[in-house]
């Protein structure tokens, strides 16, 4: 397995890039409790509209997605859906408790714009990765592939938690006191939480996904289109 992450660069960047943005996801998700209790005093209503307006977002742009995914090279579309993404994450930085719930979930609906992207666009790089590896060694190795893949999903998945847990802890954050109970420093370790660890995490696959090189044009080239 390590060796096919070496010797095959569009796969290593697929997986850096994944790993990037499914911690950023990852950490929204830990975080949105906190951030709907504590920062704009919504509750389990705030967790409720963003269950909503993310998955949302996602089926109502789905469409829109593959369409342009015929039309433009699917890493750049992962590159510019993961950028927005960060952007409406940064956006949380500048609504608290007097903020009303139809913001809140345009903000959401944006999410679900962005994940819908850096969904779609990420899972349809796997199948080039994987016709474009047989091309080259002639052999059928997508359970290898899959199982990295798996593999590298869910110890993002476990991460991000973990990350959010320590970010709160080392804030103040107390776990049972409402948000006015909370001191300044956590309500800033909460903002922290959900806006500036996920925005930097997916940042950080953009690089990646601009070194990705595995266009039509090579697969063509090798057979594999």
């Keep these: 397995m390590v060796e096919t992450l070496v010797t095959n660069k569009p796969f290593a960047i697929l997986i850096g890039a994944k790993f990037c943005h499914l911690f950023g996801i990852g950490s929204v998700m830990a975080s949105i409790t906190f951030f709907s209790a504590s920062v704009l005093g919504y509750g389990q209503a705030g967790v409720a ?3 909503i307006g993310i998955n949302l977002g996602q089926v109502l742009t789905l469409p829109l997605w593959v369409w342009l995914g015929w039309r433009f090279p699917k890493h750049q579309l992962y590159a510019c859906s993961v950028f927005w993404f960060s952007l409406i994450c940064l956006s949380f930085m500048f609504i608290d408790n007097q903020t009303p719930m139809w913001v809140f ?22 199948p080039d990765i994987v016709a474009y590896d047989r091309a080259l060694t002639g052999l059928r190795r997508e359970g290898m592939f899959t199982s990295v893949f798996s593999f590298m999903q869910k110890t993002a998945h476990s991460l991000a938690p973990f990350a959010i847990g320590i970010v709160l802890t080392s804030m103040g954050y107390a776990a049972g006191m409402k948000g006015g109970e909370q001191s300044a420093q956590a309500i800033q370790g909460v903002y922290i939480a959900i806006s500036i660890v996920p925005a930097v995490a997916l940042i950080l696959s953009i690089p990646l996904l601009l070194m990705y090189n595995l266009t039509e044009k090579e697969l063509k080239r090798v057979g594999a289109a």
């Design 105 to 126: 979930f345009v903000q959401t609906l944006g999410l679900g714009f962005g994940a819908g992207g850096i969904l779609t666009m990420g899972q349809s790089l796997l």
């Design 49 to 51: 509209t963003y269950g």
